[in-house]
């Protein structure tokens, strides 16, 4: 999805052209698939921070729309564009985790063309990682972190935005970029263990913005390593399966009683987890086939389970 023809530059300032005309070859760049050959006149900070809101937020979104945008983006690295405007950006430039990522600049260009053409999960890709330079840790067994990067970033987007006024006409997306920065590495803690009820939570918490944050955490994955990488994807499917169930089950008149997982715990010594669920499912599945009754007291389905242990995986 590209975006639209961009109208022609029109300012009285030298410096604005310069510096318009430079976004312009960074665009073409990013549209053509062509990498920037040499940057050319340098121009001046001063010329970029001076530029319409307007036509600095036509540019970034048709860039970061394009098919090409890594190539877009580099070119805005050549061109200066991007230490005048996003400094957070330069930070990342050859900032390494001494791990999984050698640099969180490569990093960051890859999971943009990895995600879906959508505007805020295009931008939350570019600025996902911008809070790892001021999160780093080495722990004493030399391994490195970045705790709370996501919450420093999502911190330092709000920053950005107060500066620039990229998103101060159009609210909505800001807060939805932020919010996709500051939980983009939710869904990578996802664990087949999860019981239903963290399922519905995380669900509820991330609302209507779950395609696009799903969206970004596919695209977050950059490893070379098959293996891992199926894996993740598996992960995130699961996930996203789960949830979609569950919606489907919550929105079923409930044929077994409220408490009934607390019920099944107490009465079977399980501990909080998927496996409860599975029981509960077994049981309306029963339920639906007329095996036993709806509506009825929680003993009656717990003695319907005890009753055969093999079926319901209590032998």
């Known amino acids: 999805m590209e975006a639209a023809h961009l109208q022609p530059i029109v300012t009285d300032r030298p410096d604005q052209r310069a510096a318009l005309a430079a976004l312009d070859r960074a665009l073409a760049a990013a549209r053509t698939g062509v990498a920037l ?5 340098a ?29 877009g983006l580099e070119a805005l690295l050549q061109l200066g564009a991007i230490a005048a405007l996003f400094p957070e950006l330069s930070r990342i430039v050859g900032f390494g985790d001494g791990e999984t990522h050698k640099d969180v600049w490569l990093h ?19 600025l996902h990682d911008i809070g790892k330079p001021r999160t780093r840790s080495v722990a004493p067994d030399g391994t490195v972190h970045f705790f709370h990067h996501a919450e420093e970033g999502a911190r330092m987007c709000e920053r950005l935005d107060r500066r620039l006024g990229l998103f101060a006409k159009d609210p909505e997306l800001g807060a939805e970029i932020r919010f996709l920065v500051l939980h ?11 019981t239903d009820s963290a ?11 779950l395609d696009d944050l ?3 955490s596919r695209a977050d994955m950059t490893t070379k390593r098959r293996e891992k990488r199926r894996r993740f ?29 607390d019920e099944l715990m107490k009465a079977f010594g399980l501990p909080p987890s998927r496996r409860v669920g599975e029981l509960r499912r077994a049981l309306e599945l029963a339920v639906e086939a007329g095996e ?21 995986g209590l032998a």
């Not at 050959?37 to 006149?41: C, H, I, K, N, Y």
């Not at 530029?51 to 394009?66: F, K």
């Open 37 to 41: 050959a040499e940057p050319g006149r």
């Open 43 to 71: 121009v001046e900070p001063e010329a970029y921070r001076a530029l319409p809101v307007a036509e600095l937020r036509a540019r970034m979104d048709a860039l970061l729309l394009s098919r090409h945008a890594d190539l």
């Open 108 to 126: 960051t260009k890859q999971v943009v063309i990895q995600c879906l053409p959508r505007l805020a999960v295009r931008w939350a890709a570019l």
């Open 184 to 194: 983009h590495q939710r869904a990578h803690q996802y664990e087949e263990q999860w």
């Open 199 to 209: 399922v519905r939570r995380f669900a509820r918490e991330v609302g209507g913005a």
């Open 214 to 216: 799903m969206a970004l």
């Open 233 to 261: 994807l598996f992960q995130l499917k699961d996930l996203q399966e789960r949830i979609a169930r569950l919606a489907e089950e919550d929105a079923k008149e409930p044929s077994l009683p409220k408490g009934l997982g």
């Open 292 to 312: 036993v009754a709806p509506g009825q007291d929680a003993s009656v389905y717990i003695e319907f389970a005890r009753s055969q242990p093999d079926r319901f």
